[in-house]
């Protein structure tokens, strides 16, 4: 070291710093340095500061604890007060790392309880005298189970709480934008986030992040990509910042894209497959689907979207729970020809125009239970029956149609009657008998209009 001061301590009081004469360089090497306020041993490989009149510049600062590394560049902007009155140490800086896991650096304390009878548990704190604003980069970030790959963006460390601003990563192939606060200054730390996820590997994402594996478990069947935009708070566990799921709320809206169903893949989509022969899940379209869900209380609802295959459209609607349980309703808008070859044999006895006219056939499925032992419940076959009554019924009408033609023709003497009168004396017997019998009918369709024309 080599400075030179100069100060009152009566400025010291009032906070005067800028009184304060200061000038010079220190650096140190090879410090070792444990404490209530840090997680792990902290070990300063090398430091080198430049002091000022009204901040000490941080110009070098080689920092290691527990498995992570960094390196540091920055303005200390009230370290005098934080050396003489415990207050808030202030900074801006700009951290490179190799390797960082969040969880070297919150702090393990251990609160007093009550009963002292109970083993006391430790809990994450992120230190209370740190002001500071860290424009961050590094090559790997351990957060949890998750390693975060070319993490940048700003980390703002205030008030017990860790602000996230414009941090990105590259992560299950895609890329995650986040916004948002870790606050560990209650009891129980909190959270509260926005996530943009852009291309994400469907299957590693849903698989291993277990918020998305609670909120869409039947996604980790899917291959393909997603886009999509994530708000989410609650509470985190204050032994390990790891998020309490039941405590979980916010919204998901996300957009696939090139995706593919693996059916057999999903206890649910097998069995549903089984109870519907007229569709093969495997090849419904689910490009460029939107959906959108909402979660909260452990529960989480699916706003009504619509799926297509072939010419069948699926509308789905339901909820499931993050305990997997659930309740969903699919209704499917089935054209008559996919219904099995009893529905198709009554189909070709009709004409072309009479087909066009036989509805589409709605049927619904339930799905209850939980994702890995479902319970599926269709009411297709009240829907072929009702169809087989509606194409019988067609019948019924065709051929009553056909009746009344037959019947017209009768009364009104034939199709083809004309009304050229042929004289008696060129008529054969055979004809004469013919004509008799057609006045007859005509005289007694008469008598019944005239029947019922009377009151």
């Given at each position: 070291a080599n400075i030179a001061t100069k100060f009152d301590m009566n400025s010291i009081e009032k906070q005067a710093y800028q009184n304060m004469v200061n000038s010079g360089t220190m650096s140190l090497t090879g410090f070792n340095y444990t404490g209530p306020e840090m997680a792990n041993a902290v070990i300063i490989n090398k430091a080198a500061l430049t002091f000022n009149p009204s901040n000490i510049t941080l110009n070098a600062f080689d920092f290691k604890t527990g498995k992570s590394d960094l390196n540091l560049t920055g303005a200390l902007n009230n370290f005098y007060g934080f050396m003489?009155?415990?207050?808030?140490?202030?900074?801006?800086?700009?951290?490179?790392?190799?390797?960082?896991?969040?969880?070297?650096?919150?702090?393990?304390?251990?609160?007093?309880?009550?009963?002292?009878?109970?083993?006391?548990?430790?809990?994450?704190?992120?230190?209370?005298?740190?002001?500071?604003?860290?424009?961050?980069?590094?090559?790997?970030?351990?957060?949890?189970?998750?390693?975060?790959?070319?993490?940048?963006?700003?980390?703002?460390?205030?008030?017990?709480?860790?602000?996230?601003?414009?941090?990105?990563?590259?992560?299950?192939?895609?890329?995650?934008?986040?916004?948002?606060?870790?606050?560990?200054?209650?009891?129980?730390?909190?959270?509260?986030?926005k996530l943009g996820l852009n291309k994400l590997d469907i299957a590693q994402s849903f698989t291993q992040l277990d918020f998305l594996k609670k909120i869409a478990p039947i996604a980790s069947v899917i291959a393909g990509k997603l886009n999509s935009e994530v708000s989410l708070s609650g509470k985190l566990d204050p032994k390990e910042l790891t998020p309490n799921l039941n405590t979980m709320s916010g919204d998901l809206v996300g957009q696939l894209l090139e995706p593919e169903i693996k059916a057999e893949n999903s206890k649910l989509l097998s069995t549903l497959d089984s109870n519907l022969k007229f569709i093969d899940l495997d090849k419904v379209n689910l490009k460029d689907l939107k959906a959108h869900l909402v979660f909260a209380n452990g529960k989480v609802q699916i706003k009504p979207f619509t799926l297509k295959y072939q010419d069948i459209n699926i509308n789905v609607d339901g909820e499931h729970g993050f305990d997997q349980n659930m309740n969903y309703t699919l209704n499917f808008d089935v054209p008559a020809k996919y219904l099995g070859t009893e529905v198709t044999n009554l189909l070709n006895k009709l004409s072309p125009s009479e087909q066009e006219k036989i509805q589409n056939i709605p049927i619904k499925a339930n799905l209850t239970g939980n994702f890995t032992t479902p319970k599926v419940s269709t009411d297709l076959n009240t829907a072929v029956t009702s169809l087989t009554n509606q194409i019988v019924q067609a019948q019924k009408e065709k051929l009553v149609d056909q009746g009344k033609?037959?019947?017209?023709?009768?009364?009104?003497?034939?199709?083809?009657?004309?009304?050229?009168?042929?004289p008696d004396s060129l008529k054969t017997e055979e004809q004469i008998k013919q004509d008799k019998k057609k006045e007859d009918v005509k005289n007694a369709a008469n008598s019944i209009k005239d029947l019922f024309k009377k009151k």
């Open positions: 003489f009155k415990k207050e808030t140490l202030k900074g801006t800086f700009n951290l490179s790392s190799n390797h960082l896991e969040v969880g070297d650096f919150m702090t393990s304390t251990t609160p007093a309880e009550p009963d002292q009878t109970k083993k006391s548990e430790s809990v994450i704190k992120v230190p209370s005298f740190l002001d500071c604003t860290l424009n961050a980069k590094a090559n790997t970030v351990v957060y949890d189970n998750l390693n975060l790959k070319d993490v940048q963006g700003t980390l703002v460390i205030k008030d017990q709480a860790v602000s996230l601003q414009n941090v990105k990563t590259n992560i299950f192939g895609g890329a995650i934008a986040m916004n948002g606060t870790v606050s560990t200054k209650s009891d129980i730390p909190t959270f509260d986030m033609e037959k019947l017209t023709d009768l009364l009104s003497g034939g199709k083809n009657n004309t009304n050229t009168t042929v």
